[in-house]
């Protein structure tokens, strides 16, 4: 199944901090497999290894496009 960016960067927020809920709950309220869930943390991280990994899992972006926009902020 193909997910959206926008949902992809959702389910983010929801494992990583803040929010720090387990994958395991949000695989079940979403439907999501949790071996995604982990897939996703590990692509978003191996995306942007040029800034801090805190940094990454704060923001959860996916594209260049985004991480560009968030740093021209």
């Keep these: 199944m193909k997910y959206t960016t926008s949902f992809k ?3 983010l927020r929801k494992v990583l901090p803040p929010e720090n809920r387990s994958i395991h709950s949000v695989s079940v ?4 497999g949790e071996m995604t869930i982990h897939r996703w ?5 191996r995306f942007h290894s040029t800034l ?5 899992r704060q923001t959860a972006y996916f594209s260049y496009e985004d991480a560009k926009e968030k740093m021209a902020q």
Aim: glycine share 6%; net charge negative; no cysteine.
């Design 52 to 56: 801090k990994t805190e940094h990454v």
């Design 29 to 32: 309220e979403l439907g999501v």
């Design 41 to 45: 943390i590990a692509q978003a991280e």
């Design 9 to 11: 960067k959702a389910v």
